[in-house]
């Protein structure tokens, strides 16, 4: 008898403060969403109180947040401190991570915030999944258009001019790098079944 894997579980959670940040993260998510197989869903941080059971129940929580001051935003920030029964319980322990910033600079700080959230994921004994894609806009023949044109290799980023609204900023091409980012989280988890001994 074949036993049917369940549909694996794609959790995004984000806060944004202006929509730009949310502008990526319902990329992220159409890129998990579009995985055959796979349940994903999109969580504001304001409404996590509403949220946990399906944070628990996920396979995968994809973390996104706005780099303000270098790091991640205080909402966000106030999220993740309030997974610290979970944390003490190591309840999130074998799950698949990931993460996404968006910023004005191109640069601006934005590895920092990745880090962060790379090091909670870590906290949680959760196993953390890169972008997997190299860096675009590399090379002489490379452009602002290309995938990864920002060159991350542990999350998605995304840049947003400062005086341009969510509906034009972050542009295509960091959203369907974000995208990528939600895809690849999705083929992740549904291959990804922690055996009861991986700790
Ligand atoms: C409090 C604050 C701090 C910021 N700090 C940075 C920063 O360190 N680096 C940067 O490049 N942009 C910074 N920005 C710009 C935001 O990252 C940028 O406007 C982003 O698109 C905001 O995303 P959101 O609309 O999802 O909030 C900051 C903005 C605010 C409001």
Redesign the pocket.
């Known amino acids: 008898m074949t036993t049917q894997k369940p549909a694996a579980r794609v959790a995004v959670i984000y ?8 502008v990526q993260a319902e990329a992220v998510h159409r890129g998990a969403a579009a995985i055959k197989g796979v349940q994903a869903t999109l969580f504001d941080v304001s409404e996590v109180a509403q949220h946990w059971d399906a944070l628990d129940a996920a396979d995968a929580i994809i973390l996104g947040s ?5 790091s991640v ?1 205080a909402p966000f920030k106030a999220f993740m401190d309030s997974t610290s029964s979970r944390w003490a319980e190591q309840r999130w322990r074998g799950k698949l991570a990931a993460g996404f910033t ?4 191109m ?4 590895l920092h915030t990745l880090t962060t959230l790379t090091l909670f994921a870590m906290q949680h004994g959760m196993v953390w999944v890169g972008l997997g894609l190299l860096p675009g806009n590399h090379t002489s023949r490379g452009s602002p258009e290309d995938l990864n044109r920002l060159a991350s290799f542990v999350g998605a980023m995304a840049q ?1 001019h ?1 005086d341009l609204g ?1 509906e034009s ?2 542009p295509d091409s960091d959203r369907r790098t974000a995208e990528h980012l939600g895809r690849r989280v999705a083929l992740a988890a549904l291959s990804w079944t922690p055996s009861p001994q991986f700790a």
């Open positions: 806060h944004s403060g202006y929509g730009h940040t949310r706005p780099t303000y001051l270098a935003s968006n910023s004005a600079g640069n601006g700080d934005k947003s400062a969510s900023a972050p």
